[in-house]
């Protein structure tokens, strides 16, 4: 039987959320609190590990979940923050780089899981 563990994804929920609002401030201008929120998201991904990890309830669906999280919390929302302050100003150019560094957090999300579920590929 497959179970849902509640702590650990309601956890990693608060970072997906963190992830959410910090592009609502970047979209309002307040891009201190944006940085507040991905860094708030880091610690909920510190303990969403860790509770899964002393609980016992890490599953698939737990690391499938925590991944895409990531991805919104420190691949998208850092790169509408960089964007906002750095790239915006240097038109395509800057789109480019938001999108190679957004593209390569999702490649390095996604190598990662695949190196952790089959472990005979290492």
Known sequence: MKR??????????????CG????????????KQAAL????????DFFDGSIARIQGSYSNFGMEYD???????????PMFI????????????G?????LYCT???LRLARFN???SSPSEK
């Open 67 to 77: 991944s895409l999280a990531d991805l919104v919390s420190f691949g998208i929302a």
């Open 82 to 93: 960089v964007y906002a302050v750095v790239l915006s100003n240097m038109g395509r150019v």
């Open 37 to 44: 929120l991905v860094f708030l998201a880091m610690v909920f």
């Open 104 to 106: 390569c957090a999702a």
């Open 20 to 31: 959410i609002i910090a592009f609502m401030c970047v979209y309002n201008g307040r891009i």
């Open 4 to 17: 849902i563990y509640v702590l650990p994804n309601l956890i990693t929920t608060a970072n997906f959320l």
């Open 95 to 99: 789109m480019g780089i938001a999108f």
């Open 114 to 116: 695949t190196q952790i």
